[in-house]
C-alpha cells in the first residue's frame, strides 16, 4: 500500500508534467559540494529556455519551520535550480514565511502550485519572446538601413511592406510586451492586417508567437529577394565593367592616331559602340542598386562624361589627363565591385 506522502508526491510530479515539464521523483542530484536526493525535480524548454525546478514535499500535520526553507534554499543553490518550491498543505511557520522572501522558493500548496508554476512559465516565456523581438528588430534596423546610412531597405525588398512588418515589431517591443509582462490585461496588438484583442497571457504569448514567426519568415523570404537581386547586380556589373575597359581601350587607341592622319572610321565605331553598351549597361546597374554602390556608379558615368566622352567627340587629348581619367575610371570600378562583391576586369 503506498504511503500517503508518496501519493502526495506523486500528485505534485504529475501536476508539474501537465505543465509541460519533464519530470523524476526523489531523484539524486550532483551539486558542486554533494548529492542530494530530491522529492520532485522538474525540467522543461520555454520559448528556447531551459529551467530547472526543485520541488520539496512536506505531507505534515504541522507547519514547515524555517529549517526547511533554508535547507531547499542551499540544495537549489547547490544544483543550480532556477526556482525552488516547498508544499505544504498545513502552512508554514512565520519564520518560514519571512525566510522564503529572500529566496528563490516558493511556498505553497497543491491549489496554488499550478497557479504560481504557469505565472512562472509564462514570464519566462514573455521574457523570451521579448528577447527575441528586440533582436528581430535590431536585424531589421540592420536590414533596413543601407551602407551609405539612409533609411530604406535594399533593392528587391518592397519599403511599405517592410514598414508594415517593422512597425509590428516595434509595437511588440515598445508597448505590447512591456504590459504583459505587468500584466495589464487587455491588450490590443497588430496581428498581420487585423488588430487582436487579448484578455489573458496564455492567449497572448501565443499570438506574439505566431506574430513574430511570421515577421521573421517575411524578413528571410525578403532578404533571399535581395541576394537575388545582388547577384544580378553582381553579374551586370561584370559585363559593364568589360564594356568600359573596352570603351577606353579602343577610344584609346582612336585618340592615339596623328591629328594629320585620317581617323580609323572601324575603331571609331568600335569605341562609339562601347560607347552606347555602356550607357546602356550603367541603366541596367543603376535599377539594380542603391546606397554606396549607386552614388559610386553615378561617379564613374560621370566620370566617363568629364574625360573620355569629351576626349572622343573633340578627337583630343593630353596624355597626362588620359592617364589621370583612366585611373580615376577604374579605382571607382574597384570601389564598385567591392560593395557588389564582384569581379573587375577593365582591359589594360
Not at 533571399?224 to 544580378?232: D, F, H
Not at 546606397?291 to 593630353?318: C, F, N
Request: aromatic share 6%.
Amino acid at each position: 500500500m503506498t504511503a500517503a506522502w508518496q501519493t502526495y508526491q506523486q500528485e505534485v510530479a504529475e501536476l508539474f508534467v501537465s505543465l509541460g515539464c519533464t519530470v523524476e521523483v526523489e531523484k539524486e542530484a550532483v551539486g558542486a559540494r554533494g548529492l542530494h536526493v530530491v522529492d520532485v525535480l522538474a525540467r522543461a524548454t520555454f520559448a528556447g529556455v531551459a529551467i530547472t525546478w526543485v520541488v520539496e514535499c512536506k505531507l505534515w500535520n504541522t507547519a514547515i519551520p524555517k529549517e526547511k526553507v533554508l535547507a531547499l534554499a542551499q540544495i537549489a543553490s547547490d544544483i543550480g535550480a532556477d526556482r525552488a518550491f516547498l508544499l505544504s498543505e498545513s502552512g508554514f511557520q512565520a519564520g518560514a514565511i519571512r525566510v522564503a522572501e529572500h529566496t528563490n522558493i516558493t511556498l505553497t500548496n497543491m491549489q496554488e502550485l499550478l497557479g504560481s508554476a504557469k505565472s512562472e512559465i509564462q514570464r519566462r516565456e514573455l521574457i523570451s519572446l521579448t528577447q527575441k523581438a528586440n533582436q528581430l528588430q535590431r536585424e531589421m534596423h540592420d536590414f533596413f538601413i543601407l551602407n551609405d546610412y539612409s533609411p530604406r531597405p535594399p533593392k528587391g525588398a518592397d519599403r511599405e511592406s517592410f514598414l508594415d512588418l517593422l512597425a509590428v515589431v516595434f509595437e511588440l517591443c515598445s508597448i505590447a510586451l512591456p504590459r504583459a509582462l505587468a500584466g495589464e490585461f487587455p491588450i490590443k496588438f497588430s496581428t498581420g492586417d487585423s488588430l487582436s484583442t487579448t484578455y489573458d497571457a496564455t492567449t497572448f504569448i501565443a499570438d506574439a508567437t505566431r506574430e513574430l514567426s511570421r515577421v521573421t519568415n517575411c524578413l528571410e523570404a525578403a532578404k533571399l529577394k535581395v541576394e537575388g537581386v545582388r547577384n544580378l547586380a553582381a553579374k551586370t556589373f561584370v559585363e559593364f565593367a568589360l564594356n568600359v575597359g573596352e570603351f577606353l581601350d579602343a577610344s584609346e587607341t582612336v585618340l592615339a592616331t596623328n591629328s594629320q592622319a585620317p581617323v580609323d572610321q572601324k575603331l571609331l565605331t568600335s569605341a562609339l559602340h562601347r560607347m552606347v553598351q555602356v550607357g546602356q549597361g550603367a541603366a541596367s546597374l543603376r535599377v539594380l542598386v542603391n546606397g554606396k554602390a549607386s552614388r559610386t556608379l553615378s561617379r564613374v558615368t560621370r566620370a566617363l562624361s568629364d574625360g573620355p566622352y569629351i576626349y572622343l567627340a573633340e578627337m583630343h587629348r593630353k596624355p597626362d589627363q588620359w592617364r589621370q581619367s583612366r585611373e580615376t575610371i577604374e579605382t571607382l570600378l574597384r570601389e564598385l565591385a567591392a560593395f557588389l562583391s564582384a569581379p573587375v576586369t577593365p582591359q589594360t
